[in-house]
């Protein structure tokens, strides 16, 4: 059992668990479940990072205002750790961010700057940076670690999450697939992987309509991953595999693990579930695949869990129909209920 002195200590050392392998042609798939993290999310990591290291060298002092533009994970998780360091902290958010994280942001006790309205699916991130940097240009008592700019992003996975997924499997990990965001993660696993295992397959995953590893700019619904552009802390020369994943395929995947393994994940790790399990035939039974998870679908309880949400967005093959008997249905109205209604 972790003894943290405060909760940023008990960040890391996240748990792997193995999906069915009568499901994976006898493949062995492992998730890194990084939702475990007390912010619920991959991103943990990298907020508490930055910080320190900007405290180490004099750009982060007592007294400022921490800003950062996010899809949500990095901002719950530099609103928790400014909460413990005492620094106030605002998040730069579109207004497509799940209200489950909004919530989670100001539970914190941190403020948020939404965008203007944009349409569903366009990726903002652009806007978000440029907004950033002239408030941080204009207000010279904030600082902002910038994630998609900051080396400490990549350096802090390759310390930690890549160093932890080799304890666990050292030279017998076949493959990795990690969904690309801002891209540290990606860049930071692979490289330390690589480094101890040059056989290793690096396999990098964004959303149908991200160009990070190139192709044409599209809108598209999965959150906290892919973008317009490609990140100036990404390093491609240790990534083997680049693909593309669409958002229906992702919300199928998470959605079929939480009904047949009991394990609630976001999209963007339905996209790197997806991606293995529609490219199996790369590997052979006994094959050790692990693919990060990079937080939990309870955020996404609202949007790709929510039948409602699925049916607005095109997405209405994915409703399910209740498998409760006829018999029971009929004895819960007449006792006066309603069944998944309110």
């Given at each position: ?13 996240t748990?792997?668990v193995?999906?069915?392998s ?7 798939i492992?998730?890194k ?10 991103k ?6 930055m910080?320190?290291s ?7 002092r ?10 949500g ?12 360091k ?10 497509m ?15 948020i ?17 440029s ?8 207000y ?7 994630q ?27 493959a ?5 965001g801002?891209c ?11 480094e ?10 964004e959303?149908?309509?991200s160009a990070i ?18 990140p ?16 229906i395929d992702?919300?199928r ?14 999209g ?9 399990l ?28 929510n ?14 129909e ?10 819960i ?7 998944n209604?309110?």
């Amino acid at each position: 059992m972790k003894l943290g002195k405060n909760i940023l200590q008990t960040i890391g050392n996240t748990p792997v668990v193995m999906l069915d392998s009568r499901h994976t042609k006898g493949i062995n798939i492992f998730l890194k479940m990084e939702n475990v993290n007390p912010g619920g999310s991959i991103k943990d990591r990298i907020a508490v990072a930055m910080l320190e290291s900007a405290e180490a060298q004099g750009e982060l002092r007592s007294g400022m205002v921490v800003i950062e533009p996010s899809s949500g994970n990095t901002a719950i998780g530099l609103a928790m750790a400014c909460a413990v360091k005492g620094y106030q902290f605002i998040a730069v958010l579109n207004r497509m961010v799940p209200p489950a994280k909004c919530d989670k942001i100001r539970a914190f006790g941190a403020e948020i700057i939404f965008l203007p309205e944009f349409e569903a699916g366009t990726n903002t991130a652009k806007q978000l940076i440029s907004l950033t940097k002239e408030i941080v240009k204009a207000y010279p008592n904030a600082f902002s670690p910038m994630q998609f700019e900051n080396q400490v992003n990549p350096n802090e996975h390759y310390h930690s999450t890549g160093r932890e997924l080799y304890e666990t499997f050292g030279d017998n990990l076949t493959a990795c697939f990690v969904t690309a965001g801002s891209c540290g993660t990606l860049t930071g696993i692979s490289r330390y992987l690589k480094e101890k295992n040059p056989q290793v397959r690096i396999y990098g995953v964004e959303p149908v309509g991200s160009a990070i590893f190139g192709g044409e700019p599209g809108k598209y619904l999965v959150q906290g991953a892919g973008l317009t552009f490609t990140p100036s802390i990404l390093d491609r020369s240790n990534i083997d595999i680049t693909l593309k994943i669409a958002d229906i395929d992702a919300f199928r995947i998470a959605r079929k693990l939480a009904r047949n393994e009991g394990i609630l994940i976001g999209g963007t790790g339905g996209c790197a579930v997806s991606a293995v399990l529609s490219h199996l035939d790369d590997f052979k039974p006994g094959d050790n695949i692990v693919v990060v998870i990079p937080d939990s679908g309870e955020r996404y309880i609202d949007t790709m869990y929510n039948d409602t949400w699925l049916s607005e967005n095109n997405f209405s093959e994915l409703i399910e129909e209740s498998t409760i008997e006829v018999n029971l249905k009929e004895i819960i109205t007449r006792m006066g209920c309603t069944l998944n209604e309110f």
